[in-house]
Structure formats: C-alpha cells, structure tokens
C-alpha cells in the first residue's frame, strides 16, 4: 500500500501564492505518476498537473499552464504543487494522487492513492 499526505492549503488573495506537498510513504516503488487534481463544490474531480517519478516530464490543465508547476523530490518521495497568480476559480479541495505504470494521467479513475486533500481558497 502507499499513503499520501498531502499539506499546504489556505486563503489567499488573488495574485497571491500558495505552495502544496504531498509526502509519498509505503510501496513507494509502485509509483510512477504523481498527480494533483482539484473539486470545488458542486462540480466533479479536475485534473490540474501531473509528473512521471522516472523522467520527470509534466503535464497541466490548460488553465493553470505557466501560473503552476509541479516538482518532485525522489529521494523524498516528496512532490510540489507551487501555484502563482492564484486566481478566485482556483477555489477548491485539492487531491494529490499517485498511479502505478500505464496511468491516463488526466482520469481521476486510473489513480490508485489519494491524499485526504487540503483546501485552497482564493478571495477576490
């Protein structure tokens, strides 16, 4: 099994930043994917950005493209969610995930862990 912890959230102002951990324990091996993805009320689960543990390439939703960036920490097991130029549609519970080798990395369905999600609020 792998557990994910997943810290960092709060309220922010728009413009403002926020940086997001999701610490990776257990049977790390299996990972090969790290992934955040978002849910606001009433609307469903949102990929935001992932990252391969192996070659470190990224992918992001096209809304958060140059404002987040996602890194990793192997040796840690450890990723980052550093998000910039926060805006108030950022608002919601933020999921870090974890897949094992041959994940679509944009289904939420295709990640076996999550973190229990921490809150990121933007004001206007």
């Known amino acids: 099994q792998v557990q994910l912890v997943d810290t960092g959230g709060g309220l922010v102002q728009a413009g403002g930043s926020l940086r997001l951990s999701c610490a990776a324990s257990g049977r790390t091996s299996r990972i090969a994917t790290m992934a955040w993805f978002r849910q606001a009320p009433g609307k469903e689960r949102e990929f935001v950005g992932a990252i391969s543990m192996s070659g470190g390439g990224t992918d992001y939703l096209d809304s958060v493209k140059a404002r987040f960036t996602i890194s990793r920490e192997n040796a840690k097991n450890t990723v980052v969610l550093h998000m910039n130029n926060l805006k108030p549609e950022d608002t919601g519970v933020y999921y870090c995930?974890?897949?094992?080798?041959?994940?679509?990395?944009?289904?939420?369905?295709?990640?076996?862990?999550w973190g229990q999600g921490t809150q990121v609020t933007v004001s206007s």
């Open positions: 995930a974890a897949g094992k080798p041959g994940a679509r990395w944009k289904n939420a369905r295709e990640y076996d862990y």
